[in-house]
């Protein structure tokens, strides 16, 4: 399996969107501001617009908390929360399996329905799990 450590704050590429992919490369980014965490995924990497960063909702986030139907809920708010403020909401919205969440780590399913200016990119992952990840603010 190929292994890709990507480290945002070094490339040009601000923003990525992971399509999860078992059969994908590994790839993995610091995330969860100063926790440092080191999450990784399987998937395909695709490069997204850059996201604002001055007041992320999820600005320092990470989270040890054990899976259970409450923290579970509690992230999907996160997430929805975090896509409104990035203008992302009908786009992506929260992938509601288990997941890790941390600033820099957001795990969504792209939407079965999309505007068309985002078929060309996303059309044949409708409904597909993912993660976008950013520069980390550590």
Same mark, same amino acid.
């Given at each position: 399996?190929?292994?890709?450590?990507?480290?945002?704050?070094?490339?040009?590429?601000?923003?990525?969107?992971?399509?999860?992919?078992?059969?994908?490369?590994?790839?993995?980014?610091?995330?969860?501001?100063?926790?440092?965490?080191?999450?990784?995924?399987?998937?395909?990497? @695709?490069?997204?617009?850059?996201?604002?960063?001055?007041?992320?909702?999820?600005?320092?986030?990470?989270?040890? @908390?054990?899976?259970?139907?409450?923290?579970?809920?509690?992230?999907?708010?996160?997430?929805?929360?975090?896509? &409104?403020?990035?203008? @992302?909401?009908?786009?992506?919205?929260?992938?509601?399996?288990?997941?890790?969440?941390?600033?820099?780590?957001?795990?969504?399913?792209?939407? &079965?329905?999309?505007?068309?200016?985002?078929?060309?990119?996303?059309?044949?992952?409708?409904?597909?799990?993912?993660?976008?990840?950013?520069?980390?603010?550590?």
């Amino acid at each position: 399996m190929i292994q890709i450590r990507i480290d945002l704050a070094q490339t040009e590429i601000p923003t990525l969107l992971i399509i999860r992919d078992a059969d994908g490369a590994e790839i993995s980014n610091q995330v969860g501001g100063n926790a440092c965490l080191h999450l990784t995924t399987c998937g395909q990497m @695709l490069p997204l617009q850059s996201i604002e960063t001055e007041g992320d909702p999820l600005e320092g986030y990470y989270e040890s @908390l054990p899976p259970s139907p409450e923290n579970l809920a509690n992230r999907i708010l996160l997430v929805d929360r975090w896509l &409104k403020f990035h203008h @992302l909401d009908g786009i992506f919205e929260p992938d509601t399996g288990d997941f890790e969440l941390a600033e820099a780590w957001v795990p969504v399913r792209i939407c &079965k329905e999309l505007h068309d200016s985002w078929l060309p990119l996303l059309g044949s992952f409708l409904g597909t799990s993912a993660v976008i990840t950013y520069e980390n603010s550590d």
